[in-house]
């Protein structure tokens, strides 16, 4: 099959530079003319499930059992609800199988995981793997339910041979084929930095560990690492589907940042608050100082009574009329006429009004005494 007539789906790209903290891909292969795999990434849940069977068959029973864990799965990590997700994605199986939904004998193998903060939770039924990268060193987490495995730990084959065994593809257990299947259950302790795959044996029956490792270690976003070790697969034969997840861990250090910006986010708005509330008091403050304080000036010959202060602030006046008297200017004492020109202040409008009074009785003693 020509390279530009197979079809494989990836988690949404992100823009170049961008980094994002989980990544998927699937691909039919090389050899392979449709793709039985299927794959959950919707975070904290992750799963990849290889379905069996053949045409018609393996597609539905994986795409059965993602959609009913979808369903089923616990909102946050808990060992017991997961399980029974995984259970009940093995009953709907065989019962589609019955139904006519699909076709007697059709199975599928799910590795499910489920990673928040620092904790990882795992249910595992076949040969998909979930590895996970500490510490810059890969370690296989899942135990493969296969014939090869079996022997392996037997004693009567190595990896090596395994690798190249004709009975190599044969699991022995899968969802679909027994009602009372249970999943292995795995809970773990992770920490930031860490890195998980997950994968169907399409990428772990064709590259070998170390080269997973050192993809893993290289490719710093999980949706180019992804993308990645499926053309390495592709690369090296692909005589499989391929499915691939990595996703990073963040745990509490992604907790502690979002913490942190809450904080400074609230932070500033305290401030911003408080700022106001100065801001506001200065401006009831000086409103009030002005229109309380007085001075008495001199408009056109006579006294006048003005509230707030003789000054101007970037040309807005500080003081305001409110009212001109009777009293000459003229009928004052020269020095009392030039401190007019300034502006006489007092504290009060009452103050100034007195002031008037003063004014206004030495003027008519200035009167009587010149008549």
Same mark, same amino acid.
């Given at each position: 099959?020509?390279?530009?007539?197979?079809?494989? !789906?990836?988690?949404?790209?992100?823009r170049?530079?961008?980094?994002?903290?989980?990544?998927?891909?699937?691909?039919?292969?090389?050899?392979?003319?449709?793709?039985?795999?299927?794959?959950?990434?919707?975070?904290?849940?992750?799963?990849?499930?290889?379905?069996?069977?053949?045409?018609?068959?393996?597609?539905?029973?994986?795409?059965?059992?993602v959609?009913?864990?979808?369903?089923?799965?616990? !909102? /946050?990590?808990?060992?017991?609800?997961?399980?029974?997700?995984v259970?009940?994605?093995n009953?709907?199986?065989?019962?589609?199988a019955?139904?006519?939904?699909?076709?007697?004998?059709?199975?599928?193998?799910?590795?499910?995981?489920?990673?928040?903060?620092?904790?990882?939770?795992?249910?595992?039924?076949?040969?998909?793997?979930?590895?996970?990268?500490?510490?810059?060193?890969?370690q296989?987490?899942?135990?493969?339910?296969?014939?090869?495995?079996?022997?392996?730990?037997?004693?009567?084959?190595?990896p090596?041979?395994?690798?190249?065994h004709?009975?190599?593809?044969?699991?022995?257990?899968?969802?679909?084929?027994?009602?009372?299947t249970?999943?292995?259950?795995y809970?773990?302790?992770?920490?930031?930095?860490?890195?998980?795959l997950?994968?169907?044996?399409?990428?772990?029956?064709?590259?070998?560990?170390?080269?997973?490792?050192?993809?893993?270690?290289?490719?710093?976003?999980?949706?180019?690492?992804?993308?990645?070790?499926?053309?390495?697969?592709?690369?090296?034969?692909?005589?499989?589907?391929?499915?691939?997840?990595?996703?990073?861990?963040?745990?509490?250090?992604? !907790?502690?940042?979002?913490?942190?910006?809450?904080?400074? %986010?609230l932070?500033?708005?305290?401030?911003?608050?408080?700022?106001?509330?100065?801001?506001?008091?200065?401006?009831?403050g000086?409103?009030?100082?002005?229109?309380?304080?007085?001075?008495?000036?001199?408009?056109?010959? %006579?006294?006048?009574?003005?509230?707030?202060?003789?000054? /101007?602030?970037?040309?807005?006046?500080?003081?305001?009329?409110?009212?001109?008297?009777?009293?000459?200017?003229?009928?004052?004492?020269?020095?009392?006429?030039?401190?007019?020109? /300034?502006?006489?202040r007092?504290?009060?409008?009452?103050?100034?009004?007195?002031?008037?009074?003063?004014?206004?009785?030495?003027?008519?003693?200035?009167? !009587?005494?010149?008549?």
């Open positions: 099959m020509a390279r530009e007539q197979r079809s494989y !789906k990836s988690t949404q790209r992100t170049k530079g961008a980094v994002t903290t989980f990544g998927s891909r699937t691909d039919v292969g090389c050899v392979r003319d449709h793709n039985e795999d299927s794959l959950i990434v919707t975070p904290p849940l992750f799963a990849v499930a290889d379905g069996m069977g053949g045409h018609a068959a393996g597609e539905v029973a994986s795409e059965i059992a959609n009913v864990l979808a369903e089923f799965a616990p !909102k /946050d990590l808990d060992g017991a609800v997961l399980e029974h997700a259970e009940e994605a009953r709907e199986i065989i019962r589609a019955h139904d006519g939904r699909g076709r007697d004998g059709m199975g599928t193998t799910m590795t499910a995981c489920m990673l928040e903060n620092e904790r990882l939770l795992i249910a595992q039924v076949g040969d998909s793997r979930a590895y996970l990268l500490h510490q810059g060193k890969l296989q987490l899942t135990r493969d339910h296969s014939l090869m495995a079996d022997m392996i730990e037997a004693g009567q084959l190595t090596e041979e395994a690798r190249h004709p009975q190599r593809s044969v699991i022995t257990r899968a969802l679909g084929s027994d009602p009372h249970r999943p292995d259950m809970e773990i302790n992770v920490e930031t930095g860490d890195r998980l997950v994968c169907s044996d399409g990428l772990s029956s064709m590259i070998r560990d170390e080269q997973i490792e050192a993809t893993m270690r290289r490719v710093r976003d999980p949706q180019r690492c992804a993308s990645q070790l499926v053309n390495e697969a592709i690369a090296a034969g692909g005589h499989d589907n391929v499915t691939v997840i990595v996703a990073d861990v963040t745990g509490f250090a992604e !907790k502690r940042r979002k913490k942190m910006a809450r904080k400074t %986010k932070s500033v708005a305290l401030v911003f608050v408080l700022l106001l509330a100065i801001l506001g008091g200065t401006a009831w000086v409103h009030t100082w002005l229109h309380t304080t007085a001075y008495l000036g001199n408009d056109n010959g %006579k006294v006048a009574v003005y509230s707030g202060v003789p000054a /101007d602030v970037f040309g807005v006046p500080l003081h305001s009329q409110v009212e001109t008297t009777d009293v000459n200017v003229s009928d004052l004492q020269p020095g009392t006429a030039a401190r007019l020109q /300034d502006g006489i007092v504290d009060t409008l009452d103050a100034a009004n007195d002031l008037v009074q003063q004014y206004r009785d030495e003027a008519a003693q200035h009167n !009587k005494a010149e008549g």
